[in-house]
């Protein structure tokens, strides 16, 4: 059976002393009332929720599923209460606008929270998730009585969200979409189209569920530019806020899938549905894309989440389950094998995981670090170099995350033996669920071509070199020869993802695939060296006296050997890399359709 | 919906251009009467069944999965008809010993057949596999009276076979197992155990089913040198053949699991089971593995099924979906958009899948021409060396082919999108099922560890330089400069293989973790330059002008096309194993178990 622990002493590690976050709270305008206490306390409370009121349904629920029954979504046995229970602690707020209800925190304290749901429970933390991001979209672009109307019970969790954009001939290529819109005379539209993949479209959790709806107006334009956004509530709300008759929004019938069973996955079908327009007339695609940022950095946490449970999972069934001798010698003398933890190729694993998941966690929060200036800092100058960070390092904190966190999640079910294969033990669920975060929300390969095309092609990797001097300047500030085991290979690969970021802005002029054959390859170079930073900053950190009297000894020698695996493991996957990136679509464009 | 096709061309291809098969049966003291036209008519007969049988249950059969009840196993709808068929056919004595009923066939010819019953539907194909080899060890070591009475209804399918090696505290490890067995005075023993994970060890499909179970003797040594074989029927068999009473052998439960959702995975209670020694006293271990390499070989035959059925479904999907367009202009004018195969990345992914998956079924035939040469060749000189090549080759075989089948599926799901995510388009099955074949029959871990430890380090490297002169040879055959861009990469390969042996076998000498903490990563370095072996004689070969007569242009594209893929984007991959390989196990084995 899976057990979930917080990684709470990893936080305070990231938080109190690698981004010195009391201190860069302090930088900001708005968030200035939180501090350590505080935010401590706040990532405490969450553990306790995460540990023992999601963690232990998150099994079960799998099993068990969702069902559909005429129209209505029946979750699994335990959400319900759970569902309240969160409410009720008011962890659907925690981003929220003040004005509204909303507690207005940094991403910097929230991330670590959205780690924890997610990985005590995806399949539920799926639902705050689209609440959250809903609300985002309303706060930021819908008219004030929309606002007032509904941001306060999407705070609260009284209500909840979703995000009504595929539909079954248009996924990632949104411009196809047939949804419409006719406009009514008393300022409302009416909606009719059909929604697929709806996350947590219907549910019986929330007293009332608001779909933001993109659609077409009868005159819009073709394609992306005659797109606008909708809020469709499932029952209608009166003046007073109070949930009126039913609106012609239902769920035609739910998803078999993969995995994340306990998560609804909807087709919404409307017909006549009253809706309210939310920003301007065929700038839908636009309004819902402020958000983006902030959903795609929690599908990178996501796998984080995911894969830190699976990792907890495979070192105490590699600690406990005894299975052959090590290489020098018996460990365990007095037992018939030793535990699985003293072969090297476990070793292995386990480091990876840990290398890997520790990375990601320390990148996510070192993104959200420039979130929190775009919202919060009063500095132009500086919003707008965090802006250029946040643009070109979010398709990378998405998509490289999710790819390792697979991979990570695949060596925990590896460590399980047959055992990994087997429901029971949960390992298997891990890679199920994780699986989604690569395909959802853009999937990696239109994260990689955002990442190639708008933003570093198209600028001439202008947004590149903000974050190249943000690691240069941080290696000149390091003293001491101790450092330089991390310093130099980090140096050396930023000089060849410098390089190789040359090469395809060149390689783009000469042949317009170049940059789409390269994409992935060249989004995981980069995350590679990101890690790299990321690790050479954790090990510096790790080696100081401050750190060395704080956190205990097994913690920071976990961090040092885990950098050490980085850099001597990991970090040469940037040759290869390098060699595809530099090269040309030609031999994966010259084949003709056929010889496929 | 997944449909499946038999790869026809690309078997006739490999068979008769790359392998020169006919020469190659004629050179064999056996099977001299196989010839092309035989061959090419059991490929087609098994291509219908897989296609027409096996492939329309796939989807279903995995939806509905098995059900325990009361002790009995009742698999999917439609199965126990499709397993009447395939015995009809005569599918499950292919391998079978002439004497008994079988017909004897080289494993070159049956790889085919195999690869396509578990492409079409493997959780089907894991019940003439089972029996094929627990008829194999029967074959080999059981007597003559035991032979005689269980063969021949093995090799026609009327009765079935199990293998029942793991218990709950012992899987790797089976030294540790606790399964008794009491000799009784009539020369039988009476079983006394539980074992898990048993495939296919109860359903209803066939009158029999023919166990074959390791158990230690009262008196037998500790450890893996005390485990001994025996044959236990779940129905007792009389003299003359006739099934009789039911043996005190039961399924207590199924088990609930990740794929192959439609082959039972059983757990066996054995409560004083009548069985019989197979082969010799405490040398069951050794019995069981006289039969391995071949499972094992399936197990990677199964993953380049999976794979291709992934590849097959995937490219339908690049060619029908329409979404966004090509990078250099409209290509489908008259539609809304492109179909995905337009885009670059979407063709990475497919050229990677059909690079991997082409050299995968090279690889596996390679490696049958040694299992061919081992048995039928008079020649001992010959049989010696081909021996050494199946010992090194099988384990990369298993775990090499299985990880690029995973990778494989991975990407087939991936070019679906969200669709890939939902059951209905059967992708993610694909990556479920696979997913098993890199853990059991010995996880990729044990398959490295096997290659590194008995098979690299322990003769000194003695069994590559066999490998290694075989390349060579073949390298130093070819003429022309045409061949060069194939030829000088596998060479660079081959080398950096060399060196980095030495270096494994250097290492290993000052501490005994060295070898552990790289062995899949040498084992993957291994697994590339043998499929840069494979796609430099397939491109050499699609170069001939006899094979640009025989196939059609768009299979001779797609080869050269795949070979320059494989060469430019999957073989750098190289130069990060070599890089790994070559260091030491110090940053794994230092860290203290609380460090983790």
Redesign the interface.
Known sequence: MAEYRAPLEDFRFLLSRVFQIEHFWQSLDKPGDVDMDMANAILGEAAKIAQEVLAPLNQSAD?QGCRWDEGEVLVPDGFKEAYQTFCEGGWNGLAGSPEFGGMGLPKTLIAPVEEMVQGACMAFGLAPMLTAGAAFAINAHANDELKARYLPKMYSGEWSGAMDL?EP?????LG?IRTKAEPQNDGSYLLSGTK??ITWGEHQCSDNIIHLVLAKLPDAPAGSRGISLFLVPKFLVDAEGRVGERNQVSCGSI?????IHASP?CVMNFDAAKGWLVGEVNKGLAAMFTMMNYERLLVGIEGIGVAEASYQSA?RY??ER???RS??GAVAKDS??DPL?V?????????SM?ALNEAGRAFYLYVAQFLDIAKFSGDAKRREQAEALVALLTPIAKAFITDMS?DAT?HG??IF????????WGQ?QH??DV??T???EG???VQ??DLIGRKTVACEGKLFSVFYQEVQTWIEAQKGEQHDKYIKPLSEALQVLKSSTEKVVANAKEN??????V??DYLHLFGYVAYAFMWARMAVEAQSQEVKGEFSP??V??KQ?SA??YF??LL?????LQ??VE?S?E??????????
């Open positions: 099993a595929t001939h248009a996924g990632t290529d196809l697929i993949f998803e078999h899938k993969m995995g996955t070192l590699a600690r005894l299975q052959g290489a020098s018939a094998a933890i072969h090297a190729d476990i070793r292995r694993m386990l480091l840990k697979l695949i079910q590896q033996g047959g055992h990994g294969y087997i429901s029971e298997e890679v199920r699986r989604i690569q395909i959802y999937t990696n390969g990689a071509l317009p695939h170049n940059a789409g054959a994409a992935v097994a913690f020698e976990g050997a050490d695996f001597g493991w040469p996957q940037v040759s290869c060699q595809r090269t679509a031999c994966m464009m010259n084949l003709s359709e056929a010889g496929f």
